[in-house]
Structure formats: C-alpha cells, structure tokens
Nanobody, 125 residues
Framework: QVQLVESGGGLVQAGGSLRLSCAAS????????MGWFRQAPGKEREFVAAVSGSGGVLSYANSVKGRFTIFRDNAKNTVYLQMNSLKPEDTAVYYCAQPDRRYYTPRSLFEYDYWGQGTQVTVSS
C-alpha cells in the first residue's frame, strides 16, 4: 500500500524560502514519478512540479519556474520541493502525489493515484 507523508510547511514572509519533503513507502520508489500540487482556499488544485523516477526529467508550472526546484533522493524514498522567493500567492495546501503508471511523468492531477495528506504553506506580505 502506497503511503505519502509530507512535511516542512509553515509560515514565512514574502521573499523567504521553505523546503517541503514527501516520504514515500509501499513500492519501488525509483520506478515512479512524483508530483507536487497545491490548493488555495476557494480554488482548484493545481500542478506545481513533477520529477521522473530517475530524477532526470523535471516539469514546472509557469508560475513557479525559476523559484521552485523539485528533486528526489531515491535512496531515502523522498521527494523535495525547494521554494525560494515566495510570494503571498503561493499560499496554499501543498500535496505530493504519485501516479500508478510506471516510467511516466504527468502534469495532470487526474493522472496521479496516490496523495499525501497535505501541508500548509502560508506566505505573509
């Protein structure tokens, strides 16, 4: 059974940084892409970033490109989201997710089958 557990959220001032972590268990981590999504109050859940199983393919939403970095440590079964130059509009609950299909790095939330519980990120102005 796949389990995803996020950590690292919190309150930060605009311009600051946070690093989110997502620890995965239940199957061979390196075979599966990982994605980060976020959902702000009253808005739909949206794609933030994704990384392939090997870590060699990266994908970002335009709104975070150049500020956020996704990377993974397959030895630790963990994916990270380094968030720099944070803005108030980055405030949301952040979720990590994993698709059921191997060797595939999707951007659509509908192609992700397993989700963490979410971690709150609040950026004050």
């Amino acid at each position: 059974q796949v389990q995803l557990v996020e950590s690292g959220g919190g309150l930060v001032q605009a311009g600051g940084s946070l690093r989110l972590s997502c620890a995965a268990s239940g199957r061979t981590f390196s075979m599966y892409a990982m994605g980060w999504f976020r959902q702000a109050p009253g808005k739909e859940r949206e794609f933030v970033a994704a990384v392939s199983g090997s870590g060699g393919v990266l994908s970002y939403a335009n709104s975070v490109k150049g500020r956020f970095t996704i990377f993974r440590d397959n030895a630790k079964n963990t994916v990270y989201l380094q968030m720099n130059s944070l803005k108030p509009e980055d405030t949301a609950v952040y979720y990590c997710a994993q698709p059921d299909r191997r060797y595939y790095t999707p951007r659509s939330l509908f192609e992700y089958d397993y989700w963490g519980q979410g971690t709150q990120v609040t950026v004050s102005s």
